[in-house]
């Protein structure tokens, strides 16, 4: 099977503007968690996404958003870009087969898009 | 919320040696646990992960060990190799919160051949 794939792999904007960040899991996967990877802080949890609804998410301000499609592509935005938005996003997808908690699913990463904020 | 700490931020072997990095959780209800070795500019690669129902698990040279009452848990390596050089990061879960994990900061393991 083909591994999580995440476009584009590089992007470059500036404060204010926004940006919109695309993933697709693993054929079958119908779970998509998306985090953020910064030197400073680490691997950070941003939401959770399954079956077209978020079922989890994290301390992100409202900034960043997310929806998922009915062929488990997920897309991340992020409005007003600010500086500290800089960061590699990672996309992991999980074969959850059920929408129902309580359970944690193996997860598996894509290569992430890396995001500079001028 | 759910805290992961890891142990040691860097650590350097020599080739063939055994490498043990720990990391301790503050959420008894945390039951699952991965380990991803991150390579320089490449992905988090899922390595091993164990479940709380299960006290260690071993994949080749790979060990994982968990510990519920003191609430932590380690990655063993055995005798490493140069390829064993990357950045290793535990993580951990809370079932209710479903796929959320919380991450440790993370440990640069350099095996010197």
């Not at chain 1, 500290?84 to 087969?97: E, F, H, I």
């Not at chain 1, 890396?114 to 001028?118: D, G, N, Y």
């Not at chain 2, 390829?83 to 879960?93: G, K, Q, R």
């Given at each position: 099977?083909?591994?999580?794939?995440?476009?584009?792999?590089?992007?470059?904007?500036?404060?204010?503007?926004?940006?919109?960040?695309?993933?697709?899991?693993?054929?079958?996967?119908?779970?998509?968690?998306?985090?953020?990877?910064?030197?400073?802080?680490?691997?950070q949890?941003?939401?959770?996404?399954?079956?077209?609804?978020?079922?989890?998410?994290?301390?992100?301000?409202?900034?960043?958003?997310g929806?998922?499609?009915?062929?488990?592509?997920?897309?991340?935005?992020?409005?007003?870009?600010?500086?500290?938005?800089?960061?590699?996003?990672?996309?992991?997808?999980?074969?959850?087969?059920?929408?129902?908690?309580?359970?944690?699913?193996?997860?598996?990463?894509?290569?992430?898009t890396?995001?500079?904020?001028? | 919320?759910?805290?992961?700490?890891?142990?040691?931020?860097?650590l350097?072997?020599?080739?063939?040696?055994?490498?043990?990095?720990?990391?301790?959780?503050?959420?008894?209800?945390?039951?699952y646990?991965?380990?991803?070795k991150?390579?320089?500019?490449?992905?988090?690669?899922?390595?091993?992960d164990?479940?709380?129902?299960?006290?260690?698990?071993?994949?080749?040279?790979?060990?994982?060990?968990?510990?519920?009452?003191?609430?932590?848990?380690?990655?063993?390596?055995?005798?490493?190799?140069?390829?064993?050089?990357?950045?290793?990061?535990?993580?951990?879960?809370?079932?209710?919160?479903?796929?959320?994990?919380?991450?440790?900061?993370?440990?640069?393991?350099?095996?010197?051949?």
């Open positions: 099977k083909a591994g999580v794939t995440q476009t584009p792999r590089y992007l470059i904007k500036t404060r204010g503007q926004q940006v919109t960040l695309s993933c697709s899991p693993i054929s079958g996967h119908r779970s998509v968690s998306w985090y953020q990877q910064t030197p400073g802080q680490g691997l949890f941003l939401f959770e996404y399954f079956s077209e609804t978020q079922r989890n998410k994290g301390n992100f301000p409202g900034r960043f958003s929806r998922q499609f009915s062929n488990s592509r997920s897309e991340m935005n992020v409005s007003t870009l600010e500086l500290g938005d800089s960061a590699l996003y990672l996309c992991a997808s999980s074969s959850r087969t059920s929408g129902v908690l309580p359970s944690t699913d193996t997860q598996y990463f894509g290569p992430g890396r995001l500079t904020v001028l | 919320g759910e805290n992961v700490e890891q142990h040691p931020s860097t350097s072997v020599q080739e063939g040696d055994s490498a043990v990095i720990k990391c301790t959780y503050s959420d008894s209800a945390s039951n646990f991965p380990w991803y991150q390579e320089l500019g490449k992905r988090p690669q899922l390595i091993i164990i479940r709380s129902n299960v006290g260690e698990k071993k994949d080749q040279r790979i060990a994982v060990t968990l510990n519920k009452t003191a609430k932590h848990f380690s990655l063993h390596i055995t005798e490493t190799q140069p390829e064993d050089s990357a950045v290793y990061f535990c993580a951990a879960s809370i079932p209710e919160y479903g796929n959320k994990l919380v991450f440790g900061a993370g440990t640069i393991l350099r095996v010197k051949s």
